[in-house]
């Protein structure tokens, strides 16, 4: 089977580090067109140049921030007036680490926002150039913590459950418009976020970042780290004709690590 993405253009937000420019990567090598989204211009010019180009495309990027939502949705607004969005990558950095038990209440709100309204608001200005056209893929990168919560990540885990039930619920009232809404939930990945994690837990046991380390692989039947071009290769399936009658899951890409089916 060849995954192939020609004639598509994919919005791919958090497209500077880890996932998401893993992600835009991929789908570029795949053929298809990609829109970058961040809010950092310098590095989004850095990665514009270096997306592969060999199908012909015309790459560009979008300067916006999840940590506004009204600015986003003027940014969108302007984009899909003149661009159909054939694949929408939902994906933006998590919220900070710590117990439940210390978490402020602003922490939920904000990350409410940045996670579960930002994809809404992009969800909402792709839907009706995906339904025009009857082909779609939203695919929203999550975390394996919709199926078993992670320790040490309270708001983020209350947070990803919203996102993953507003996803099922989508998938089901797009799914005859010819449009798919699927969550990848990625383990452990080696992404800065994850070595920042590392960093806070080595300091809060007063262990060595090496033990830490070695304690997370050793809960990984893999015994290592995602790469996150791992990552992208499945967002890649989801988003291309291949997958057409997979819609409303979540797909772990952990090594093996969570307990459940």
């Known amino acids: 089977m060849e995954i192939r993405l020609d004639h598509k253009t994919a ?7 880890g996932i998401g420019l893993a992600a835009a990567r991929e789908l570029a090598l795949n053929g298809a067109t990609i829109i970058l989204l961040a809010r ?6 850095e990665v514009l140049a270096s997306l592969d180009q060999s199908a012909g495309q015309q ?3 979008v300067v916006a921030d999840h940590s506004d939502p009204a600015g986003l949705r003027s940014c969108l607004e302007d984009l899909v007036r003149t661009t159909r969005i054939d694949v929408l990558v ?6 900070p680490g710590g117990p439940i038990t210390k978490a402020a209440t602003e922490e939920f709100t904000q990350a409410f926002s940045n996670h579960l309204l930002c994809n809404h608001i992009l969800a909402q200005a792709v839907l009706p150039g995906m339904k025009a056209l009857g082909y779609g893929r939203i695919i929203n990168v999550i975390s394996t913590s919709v199926k078993q919560p992670l320790h040490g990540l309270g708001v983020s885990n209350t947070i990803r459950a919203a996102v993953a039930n507003w996803s099922k619920t989508l998938a089901s009232e797009v799914a ?11 383990g452990a990945t080696g992404t800065q976020r994850l070595y920042s994690i ?14 830490v380390t070695q304690e997370m692989m050793h809960e990984i039947p893999m015994r290592r780290f995602a790469e996150p071009e791992e990552i992208a290769n499945a967002i890649a399936f989801l988003a291309s004709p ?5 819609t409303g899951i ?12």
């Open 40 to 45: 950092n211009e310098g590095k989004l010019q």
């Open 198 to 211: 590392i960093s806070n837990k080595s300091k809060s046991a007063g262990s060595t970042e090496t033990a």
């Open 242 to 246: 291949a997958a057409a009658y997979i």
């Open 59 to 61: 790459h560009r990027y």
């Open 90 to 95: 939902n994906n933006t950095g998590g919220p």
């Open 11 to 17: 919005l791919v937000c958090g497209s500077t580090q």
């Open 176 to 186: 005859a418009d010819g449009i798919t809404v699927n969550n990848v939930l990625p």
């Open 250 to 261: 979540n797909l772990p890409v952990d090594g093996g690590r969570t307990g459940c089916l």
